[in-house]
């Protein structure tokens, strides 16, 4: 989307779809100004994510309660964390989607500290193992900047796929409307400027459905910046919390829940 730089910022309706950890609540049409520029997420809102540990907290007293969710058969769901993360941080998502019925992976490469070219031919492996493995396309859940990667893996292999879901991921707006850019590029010191045009190369959702789950509360990405383009194969949902705590948010969980049981192998009703 293109705008006279002179002009008022542009009025978009965008659908949201507000999450409980049980249900999902009723859809709304929600107007906000998107501009040329996004910016990063305020100093509260960064501060704010310290709120993260305590939603941690609440996880390990209560889990993230998924036996009230519907279960899966045995579909095949693979994970990707965030810049910076582990397999350990999303271990409370993966968990409780194993409890529900899934066959669920960790990507198994360590930190996330950016994409390369080796880490690129291991995910495209992974994926097709797991595809041949369980005869099924594979549902995707990334968050941040696993999400990036996950939009991406399906865009390249839609026939390995079964669905995208994003967890605050960067993937509108723009590539600098973050807090963490600095961070990455201190651990990918060669990595060029921005390059604006394929970023927004990347905008469109790749053929497969593509769900976008956001919080405003988001200190690490702009929240206009994590949703979808509308579109038939694209929804965007929000939820309350923190960014760092996406992985171990019960409204996550249920999004994802029950988008997963609308249909069990290729994730479309």
């Known amino acids: 989307m293109r705008h006279d730089p002179g002009a008022a910022p542009a009025r978009v309706m965008t659908k949201v779809v507000t999450a409980t950890p049980v249900t999902m609540g009723a859809e709304k049409y929600e107007e906000f100004a998107m501009t040329e520029k996004p910016s990063a997420p305020s100093l509260g809102l960064l501060l704010g994510e310290s709120r993260a540990m305590l939603a941690y907290g609440r996880y390990l007293l209560r889990g993230l309660g998924h036996r009230q969710l519907p279960a899966g058969n045995g579909q095949p769901v693979l994970v990707l964390p965030g810049f910076g993360a582990s397999d350990a941080s999303t271990r409370p998502l993966r968990r409780a989607l194993t409890r529900l019925g899934y066959n669920v992976y960790g990507w198994a490469q360590g930190t996330n500290l950016g994409?390369?070219?080796?880490?690129k031919a291991m995910l495209v492996s992974q994926l097709q193992a797991i595809h041949t493995r369980?005869?099924?396309?594979v549902a995707l859940i990334g968050w941040s900047l696993g999400g990036v990667f996950a939009r991406e893996l399906a865009r390249a292999y839609p026939e390995r796929v079964s669905q995208v879901f994003t967890l605050g991921s960067p993937i509108n707006g723009d590539p600098e409307a973050n807090n963490v850019t600095s961070l990455f590029n201190l651990f990918n010191p060669k990595r060029p400027p921005p390059d604006r045009e394929a970023f927004e190369a990347r905008i469109p959702a790749p053929p497969v459905p593509c769900t976008a789950i956001f919080t405003k509360q988001d200190g690490i990405v702009s929240w206009q910046c994590s949703q979808e383009e509308d579109g038939p194969l694209t929804d965007n949902v929000e939820v309350q919390?923190?960014?760092?705590?996406l992985p171990w948010n019960p409204q996550v969980l249920a999004a994802i829940a029950e988008r997963l049981a609308r249909c069990p192998e290729t994730g479309n009703e």
């Open 115 to 119: 994409m390369n070219s080796k880490r």
């Open 134 to 137: 369980h005869g099924q396309p």
């Open 241 to 245: 919390g923190t960014h760092v705590g």
